[in-house]
């Protein structure tokens, strides 16, 4: 559980989407597609607790680690999702998941979403430094470790 106000949110997280991500601009999930940084620390004001997730997989056995990735944040994003969806029946009226990765649920994007039920955006395109998230937690977060993959997700509640 985590005190949504206690989130770091920075604006420097949104220059790794835009200016490191081959997808950028691709993904109606991703910036620039999505609210702004500072619409969405307006928008996190109103929720008070938050529920960080972690999935971790082992992939030492992985020839194409892009590609596990890719599967593997699929896979995770739907149980994730159903935690949504329960948080939801559960009385949390404003529950909402901010899934693991860019939406990959189609192969590419149409003009428009042809999914929005489940359209979710990423932690870091509205800037949520999750390094520092995962510290604050115990928790060991490594970018491009071949062998162990997280995925993280952050299930907003009110």
């Not at 115990?138 to 993959?149: S, T, V, Y």
Request: glycine letters at 6%; a neutral charge; proline letters at 5%.
């Amino acid at each position: 559980m985590l005190d949504a106000p206690d989130i770091p949110v920075e604006n420097r997280g949104r220059l790794k989407c835009e200016y490191g991500c081959k997808g950028y601009g691709k993904r109606l999930s991703c910036p620039p597609h999505i609210i702004s940084i500072e619409e969405f620390r307006v928008i996190l004001k109103e929720y008070s607790n938050a529920i960080l997730l972690t999935e971790e997989f082992d992939t030492s056995g992985e020839d194409d680690i892009l590609k596990a990735w890719s599967e593997l944040r699929k896979s995770s994003f739907r149980k994730m999702l159903e935690l949504e969806y329960g948080a939801f029946r559960n009385g949390f009226t404003y529950a909402q998941l901010l899934r693991p990765g860019a939406c990959n649920e189609c192969d590419t994007c149409e003009a428009k979403c042809i999914k929005p039920d489940v359209r979710r955006f990423p932690p870091e395109a509205v800037g949520i430094n999750l390094m520092k998230l995962t510290e604050q937690q115990g928790i060991d977060l490594r970018f491009c470790n071949k062998n162990r993959i997280k995925c993280i997700g952050i299930l907003l509640l009110e």
